[in-house]
């Protein structure tokens, strides 16, 4: 068969800016990317890299502000960014969801959790009867491992830990079968054993239903357990792209070097201590001309400071922004 299939998700360019009293505030610069079916992308980076606010202009919940000022989001071979206000309502949710940082913030407190649920479903499914609805809610709760789920449809969110709670955010994210899963810091404010127990849960989710996930973190061990490619984002740019495991054994990125540098191992020994990357993130209202991780790259040089570098492919999928690697590549070829 000849015929090309369209990816689940296409970003291409993709530029959003805020704009503030005190000026333009760059928070995405250009970035491109592509998701497969049931595949799972990792976007890692730290704070205020622009990592959320790409993935709240697939959603359409930029806020005000924020403006996509560039590039194009394309889903399954449709443009998001054209959608009107109807197409846009229905596209989330039914086609692609969202897991937030905080569950207790998403959950309302004074209606239960099973009428959240069933409200999530008959907001999408026009169609679908109370019953059905509460039927499904309850296979949900079943299926991201909530038991005796009589009881807890009753319940309200203070009654629920803050796992139960994250589980019932993938329940009511996974309620209507979208295709694409956007998880934001899903694991962040729970504790280090529930974690692993909401990636495993995610892990068997995305088996069962095949869907595509992007799954936005600063925490680069919970990326090797659950995703199969990872972006590495810098002040608004993608710095390196690649398979998860070109990242964590040929990371082509000072920055990538970095974080992996900084990161407590279970094999190190005793005396060694992690190295922590040198400086402060870039003001995103006045960034550098060049490579934005210049200001703090220890193999920094004059070019670094003057132009943003280009991608180089170092292996294949994988590719870098980095000024060391373009110089690489020259040598080669004139060896």
Not at 93 to 109: D, E, H, S
Request: glycine fraction near 8%; hydrophobic fraction near 40%.
């Amino acid at each position: 068969m000849s015929e090309q299939k369209n990816k689940l998700l296409e970003v291409k360019d993709l530029r959003v800016s805020f704009f503030t009293p005190a000026g333009e505030v760059k928070a995405v610069g250009g970035i491109s990317y592509d998701l497969d079916y049931g595949e799972v992308m990792g976007v890692v980076g730290e704070s205020g890299s622009g990592k959320s606010q790409e993935a709240y202009s697939i959603m359409g919940l930029l806020q005000s502000p924020g403006k996509v000022i560039g590039g194009s989001i394309t889903f399954e071979g449709k443009d998001v960014l054209s959608f009107s206000k109807e197409e846009m309502t229905a596209f989330r949710g039914n086609k692609v969801a969202m897991i937030f940082q905080n569950p207790m913030t998403c959950l309302n407190p004074v209606y239960t959790v099973g009428n959240q649920l069933v409200e999530a479903l008959r907001a999408h499914d026009k169609k679908i009867s109370r019953a059905d609805a509460e039927k499904r809610a309850m296979e949900m709760m079943e299926m991201v491992g909530i038991n005796n789920v009589e009881k807890r449809m009753k319940q309200y969110p203070h009654e629920f830990s803050g796992g139960m709670r994250q589980r019932v955010m993938i329940a009511m994210g996974l309620i209507c079968h979208p295709q694409l899963l956007i998880a934001d810091e899903p694991t962040t404010a729970l504790d280090v054993t529930i974690q692993a127990q909401i990636l495993d849960l995610m892990k068997d989710l995305q088996k069962k239903t095949g869907m595509g996930i992007i799954f936005i973190t600063h925490n680069l061990g919970v990326v090797a357990d659950i995703c199969d490619k990872v972006s590495v984002m810098y002040a608004g740019k993608i710095v390196e792209q690649g398979p998860v495991d070109d990242i964590f054994y040929e990371p082509a990125h000072p920055y990538t070097v970095g974080l992996l540098r900084s990161m407590p191992r279970v094999d190190a020994q005793s005396y060694e201590r992690l190295i922590p990357i040198e400086g402060t993130p870039v003001d995103m209202l006045n960034p550098p001309e060049g490579c934005p991780f210049a200001p703090r790259c220890e193999k920094c040089m004059k070019i670094c400071l003057k132009k943003m570098p280009p991608y180089v492919e170092v292996g294949e999928n994988h590719r870098s922004a980095c000024w060391l690697r373009v110089q690489e590549q020259l040598n080669k070829e004139d060896n």
